[in-house]
């Protein structure tokens, strides 16, 4: 049974930098991608980034390019979210995806054909 666990959410302030976790368990993950997405209050989920499990290509959307940074660390199963400089709009619950034989950009283009979800972690960013 597959598992993506979050964690690492919490109330910070505007400017500072939080890392969410993503512990993966369940199967082998190579030959998929990891995305992670997020949803305000009263919006749809959107794309955040996502990463390549193997090569370790990364791909970002627009509002947080040169932020939020996505790795991996293969002997703990394990994707992180680093998010610097946080701003209020975006404080979301972040949620862990993964597709499997997909790239990391497919992940943003194609969100409903998602394989595995986690349950989310709240983030919240106040100003």
């Known amino acids: 049974q597959v598992q993506l666990v979050e964690s690492g959410g919490g109330l910070v302030q505007a400017g500072d930098s939080l890392r969410l976790s993503c512990a993966a368990s369940?199967?082998?993950?190579?030959?998929?991608?990891m995305g992670w997405f997020r949803q305000a209050p009263g919006k749809e989920r959107e794309f955040v980034g996502a990463?390549?499990?193997?090569?370790?290509?990364?791909y970002y959307a627009d509002s947080v390019k040169g932020r939020f940074t996505i790795s991996t660390d293969n002997a703990k199963n394990t994707v992180y979210l680093q998010m610097n400089n946080l701003k209020p709009e975006d404080t979301a619950v972040y949620y862990c995806?993964?597709?499997?034989?997909?790239?990391?950009?497919?992940?943003?283009?194609?969100?409903?054909?998602?394989?595995?979800w986690g349950k989310g972690t709240l983030v919240t960013v106040s100003s």
């Open positions: 369940g199967r082998a993950f190579s030959s998929y991608a």
């Open positions: 995806a993964a597709r499997r034989f997909t790239t990391a950009q497919n992940m943003e283009a194609n969100m409903g054909r998602v394989e595995y």
């Open positions: 990463i390549s499990w193997t090569g370790g290509s990364t």
